[in-house]
């Protein structure tokens, strides 16, 4: 494969999601982004965040509304959905648990799961605090 050419457009969107904890969508990425670079197009942030996640510099959670979510944190972990607010945040979940689910669902499984990814549900804290 050829060097990725660099590109000063591409490490401002990877700074920025690694610099947040929330999990922008493209839009949201777009906006921040468009500070800095006021010529920057939403097609060239969505190739970048799509090429940050086939070379693993980012990682991509698609939600049930469609709507796809960008993470810079990229070590393996899981992630909670708000059904609420839509807030998505982080889930820190003992990854030896979910290497066991791994292994027992690959019993039942002509194949080789290698990973998961598990995306939970439910109510925030603030919603809660505020219902």
């Known amino acids: ?5 660099y590109s000063r457009q591409r490490e401002s969107i990877k700074h920025y999601l690694m610099t947040t904890k929330e999990h922008p969508t493209a839009d949201t990425v777009y906006m921040h982004v468009k500070k800095e670079f006021p010529n920057i197009s939403l097609g060239t942030v969505y190739r970048n965040l799509n090429l940050l996640t086939d070379i693993g510099e980012a990682v991509k ?3 049930p509304d469609g709507g796809d979510r960008f993470d ?3 070590e393996p972990h899981n992630h909670f959905l708000c059904e609420e607010c839509g807030r998505l945040l982080d889930l820190d979940l003992d990854m030896k648990s979910i290497e066991e689910v791994n292994h027992l669902a690959g019993k039942n499984f ?3 799961i290698t990973s998961s990814s598990t995306l939970f549900f439910g109510k925030c804290g603030d919603c809660i605090k505020k219902s």
């Open 110 to 112: 002509d194949g080789m």
């Open 1 to 5: 494969m050829a060097a990725l050419k």
């Open 61 to 63: 959670i698609s939600t």
């Open 72 to 74: 810079g944190r990229i």
